[in-house]
């Protein structure tokens, strides 16, 4: 994938007036799992925790959370790039997606705070 495909790929992830783009975007990112780098794979991760820390469907929610499980697989991705889905709220949300993100939160330490330098 070259960098003009990386870049739309991350504009279909945050697309905020489609769902079913965030969706396709997520599902995106696991065709391609084994062959990002390093750098890609962590910067999917961190863009996909803040996407889902906002996402208000519950398809798109679970599209991007099992992205963020196969970037884990890949050991590129550690918890602290996925921090943000401690910010996911679990009421109301299927008992598959508080599964999801109870395994997340698992493997996403709170992140230390920044101190001024």
Avoid: F
Wanted: proline share 5%.
């Amino acid at each position: 994938m070259n960098a003009d495909q990386l870049l739309e790929l991350l504009r279909r992830i945050t697309d905020s007036d489609d769902p079913v783009a965030r969706e396709r975007g997520a599902d995106e990112v696991t065709d391609w799992t084994c062959s990002w780098s390093p750098a890609e794979a962590i910067t999917l991760a961190t863009v996909l925790s803040v996407t889902a820390a906002c996402e208000r469907n519950h398809t798109a929610l679970e599209a991007q959370l099992h992205a963020l499980l196969e970037l884990m697989s890949t050991g590129h991705v550690v918890g602290e790039h996925l921090y943000r889905v401690r910010e996911i709220d679990l009421d109301g949300l299927p008992a598959e997606l508080v599964e999801y993100i109870t395994d997340l939160k698992l493997t996403s330490p709170t992140p230390k705070a920044a101190t001024p330098g």
